[in-house]
């Protein structure tokens, strides 16, 4: 959930009907990525730094000597380690594409990540290269009690290794408000107390009974619809657990680097780095730690990103289903902010399974829950899973290549 670019404060304000038809005729067009990826390839100390990031230790992740004894048979990176990756896929725009893609139809609206989906149909391994080809696939204007009128913009990342076999697809959606009108409407008043002792011997009591189902096949066979898996806890959230996401995670949005590399990239986006209360530009992204900038968009405190949550749902999701098993599927919607000082308790259901082409499915309901019973996250998961007579086969993507993805998405859309 990031704050997008900004346009001069004269500019602010007001969601347009012109805004929203440009936005339109960027539908099915790539578009080229503003930065470099934080990972060129998959490496040893880039998985583990982003592991470590979000707590989690798995060998499969981290040791490439254990990876290498697994069905897999080298290290493989988490399953969002995509968002590090990605060599820009889209090609050279002529003029008229230029002239499309320049600017943000929505530069000066606050935009929050809402929805996040994904599906994943082969492994990043140690080595791998990755492309990716980002495209807009939808854009629809609505209505919300937050931020008054919005317009909801999805967009596909398509990612590739580097043979040019499909990895998977991440789709998002982000609801782009009016910034006046989400501080006038916002209701959400936080009251965070002091954590008691006893909470958070709570908390360190949950984290020493984590356990990884590992190298210890979990077979189709032995799932329960009911069954619920292991909770994980995240938290409470502090500024250096935002900060050691950033190392593994990277910056995304502002460019990587300090000082006088931050300067020159500054000086040709300027409106991504909003003067501090000393007058010195900084970049937007502070509003995930610095309490002063969150306050002056609206809210009561700064608060985790979309990206986080979403990793927390995976870790849930890979320790249950242990080295042979697969994620497939997931979906999870951002309902409310993940505040600093927040515990997030990450929960999961069984609710189906299925064999379907001879996959063998576990349906999983999710929650990311916070320690006042408020669920911030709702999702829902496809996980694959081996039975006692055969090994878990790889989904097959829609299509081969990117431009075929792009093909297909445009026409799901057009379905709907």
């Known amino acids: 959930m990031s704050e997008t670019e900004q346009k001069p404060a004269e500019q602010f304000g007001v969601l347009t009907d012109e805004a929203v038809e440009r936005s339109r005729r960027r539908l099915g067009v790539p578009q080229p990525q503003r930065n470099p990826p934080h990972n060129h390839e998959v490496t040893w100390d880039g998985s583990r730094h982003f592991a470590y990031g979000y707590g989690d230790a798995n060998p499969l992740y981290c040791d490439p000597e254990y ?23 889209a090609p050279a725009p002529d003029p008229e594409t230029k002239a499309l893609l320049k600017g943000d139809p929505f530069a000066g609206l606050g935009s929050y990540q809402a929805v996040m989906e994904f599906e994943w149909w082969r492994p990043l391994q140690l080595g791998d290269r990755c492309r990716v080809l980002q495209t807009q696939v939808g854009v629809e204007l609505k209505r919300s009690s937050f931020g008054g009128r919005t317009a909801h913009v999805v967009r596909d990342y398509l990612y590739a290794n580097g043979r040019g076999e499909m ?4 789709r998002g959606t982000w609801i ?10 916002a209701k959400e008043a936080l009251e965070q107390q002091p954590y008691p002792p006893e909470q958070l011997a709570e908390i360190d009591a949950a984290y020493a009974a984590e356990t990884r ?17 292991q909770p994980r806890v995240k938290g409470p959230l502090t500024t250096t657990d935002v900060v050691v996401w950033h190392l593994g995670w990277g910056m995304q949005l502002t460019p990587p680097g300090a ?6 990239v500054r000086r040709k986006a300027p409106g991504l780095y909003p003067p501090n209360r000393l007058g010195v530009p900084d970049t937007v992204q502070r509003l995930h730690w610095e309490p002063e900038r ?6 009561p ?17 890979t320790d249950w289903i242990g080295d042979d098993g697969w994620l497939w599927q997931l979906r999870c919607e951002h309902r409310k902010f993940n505040y600093l000082g927040d515990t997030t308790w990450v929960r999961g259901t069984v609710v189906d399974k299925r064999q379907v082409d001879g996959r063998n499915e576990v349906h999983i309901d999710m929650r990311c829950e916070n320690q006042r019973g408020e669920v911030t996250t709702p999702g829902r998961a ?35």
């Open 67 to 89: 990876a290498a004894k697994t069905r897999w048979g080298a290290l493989v990176a988490p399953p969002t380690f995509l968002y590090t990756m990605g060599e820009d896929a």
């Open 167 to 170: 990895h998977a697809l991440r």
């Open 176 to 185: 782009n408000a009016e910034r006046h009108t989400s501080k006038k409407r």
């Open 213 to 229: 189902r590992g190298a210890e096949p979990r077979y189709w066979e032995d799932v329960e619809v009911g069954e619920a898996l």
């Open 259 to 264: 000082f006088g590399i931050a300067a020159a």
């Open 294 to 299: 969150a306050r002056e968009l609206g809210l």
């Open 301 to 317: 405190n700064p608060y985790d990103y979309g990206g986080m949550r979403e990793t927390w749902l995976c870790h849930l999701l």
């Open 382 to 416: 496809v996980v694959l899973l081996p039975t006692r007579a055969r090994a878990v086969e790889l989904p097959e993507p829609p299509a081969q290549d990117l431009d075929g993805m792009v093909a297909h998405e445009l026409e799901r859309f057009a379905v709907r």
